[in-house]
Nanobody
Framework: QVQLVESGGGLVQAGDSLRLSCAQS????????MAWFRQAPGKEREFVAG????????KYADSVKGRFTMTRDIGENTVYLQMDSLIPEDTAVYYC???????????????????WGQGTQVTVSS
């Protein structure tokens, strides 16, 4: 069984930084394309960032481009989301997700992801 476990969320002020981590336990998802999504109250879950596991190529939502950086540690089977210059609009529950093995590429659609973590709350005060 695969488990994705997020950590690193919290309450910060606008302009601050946070680093989220997503660790895999159980059967690892090495080789699976990974992504971060977020969901604010009353809103749909939205794509934040994604990474191709082996190449490290990344893709970002326009709203976070230049402020967020997604990386992965192949040896640790862990992905990270470095979030800088946080703004109140970044407030949401952040989820780590993985596509099924053999998937062609990163997807911005949450329906395309087979594995999910439990989420970690990020709150940015103004």
């Amino acid at each position: 069984q695969v488990q994705l476990v997020e950590s690193g969320g919290g309450l910060v002020q606008a302009g601050d930084s946070l680093r989220l981590s997503c660790a895999q336990s159980g059967r690892t998802l090495s080789g699976h394309h990974m992504a971060w999504f977020r969901q604010a109250p009353g809103k749909e879950r939205e794509f934040v960032a994604g990474i191709r596991w082996y190449s490290g190529t990344t893709k970002y939502a326009d709203s976070v481009k230049g402020r967020f950086t997604m990386t992965r540690d192949i040896g640790e089977n862990t992905v990270y989301l470095q979030m800088d210059s946080l703004i109140p609009e970044d407030t949401a529950v952040y989820y780590c997700a993985a596509r099924a093995r053999g998937s062609w590429d990163i997807s911005i659609g949450y329906h395309d992801y087979a594995y999910w973590g439990q989420g970690t709350q990020v709150t940015v005060s103004s």
